[in-house]
């Protein structure tokens, strides 16, 4: 596996050797049901092979869209919630420099629907040239929905309605939904998300990639790390050459001996949007059927001055899977102090990434002596390439994981209960009886 090491030496103390074999042969199972497309929501499965089936044409397109957003715009409003969000801005989040950015500036929107953010965003954006890509499959999504209303007519009111056309893209179902109506009414260029895609395995497609690409990261070399990740995972079919279902099978493994939370640790700021995407990922294919590994992710060293006492002593029902990269790019020296009045000498001549490496080392092990499981997942550098191979990874390991779990890994019924109580308590037509039924709750 080029770009990924699985390390699952401090895990092994929790289990035993039986535990483990038993396991295999469910998650061998697990694979079989998704590779013969045989298993729950299999009508979801256009993510498996889209790495080698993804249409060239379409690439060529979003970077040709990219290109014009970037040419005339210092920010592009990337407007979407969920699925249609988060694959975006985990790699827009990783490539982007700390201080400013490479291409033009990807600012996230509609994501939340908090009134006082787009008061400001209004206001920052006044003055700056933009454009906008609405984003959402079902096209009907309240929060994007509420955010783009706003948007496109400050837009409009900015450009006028021609110009418009140029500044706003449409990424949405093919032929339904709100959002495909009002874009080829407006003739607003549209991108589509295939139908057998559901949006947490959607960052590979348009949703993901015009955003990434308008950001400045070449988006075929992501396209080619998920290709290499679905050569490497789709040939090996034991757990032993499989570094997906081997994680897959130790996640279940712990999860059955207790260990009902996985925190996504990592020690580079710039992946905390990443551990945002898994979150979803894993939360919304695992979390049914009242069953489901809770995903939580930290970002040390910084929270080990705030979560760290829970998890090196708090309540022994978590375990760890640490994100590590083994060579990031640009670092700082330590230098010798002469009057070493802070003590830091011993450091004098490492770098910080070195400490960073030791502060990770010396974690695991303290958490692992603590009763905290810890995996390691090792990913050597931060290229597209290797984001690629990673998003791929964790797709296809949470296929399998939650096969192994025995849930459609697919749906997302329960993401409706907030919506329809939203719905009602606004008073949309047709939600009369719950509002009705909600405001006896409440009263
Ligand atoms: O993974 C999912 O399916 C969800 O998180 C959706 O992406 C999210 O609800 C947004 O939906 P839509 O793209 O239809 O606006």
Redesign the pocket.
Known sequence: MRYLKLDTSLTKSFYTKKDYDELVTEVQKARETLESRQGLGNDFLGWLDLPITHDSREVSRIKQAAGRICEHSDVLLAV??????LGARSCVELFKPYFGNNGCEVIFVGNHISGSYMNELLDYIKDKDYSINV???????TE?AIAFRILEEALISKYGKEEAKHRIFATTDKARGALKTLADAEGYETFV?PDDV?????VLTP?GLLPIAASGVDIDLVLEGAKEAYLDFSTNKDVANNIAMEYALIRNLLYRKGHKLEILVNYEPRLAYFAEWWK?LFG?SEGKDHKGIWPASANFTTDLHSLGQMIQDGERTMFETVLEIEDVAKDVTIKANDNNLDGLNFLAGKTMNEVNHVATLGTRIAHHDGGVPNILIKLNEVTPKSYGYLVYFFEYACAISAYTLGVNPFN?PG?EAYKKNMFALLGKPGYEELKAELEKKIK
């Open positions: 979407g919630i969920g699925g249609s969000y984003i959402s499959k079902s096209g009907t999504t994007p998300v559901g949006g947490r395995f959607s949703v979803q919304e997302q993401v």
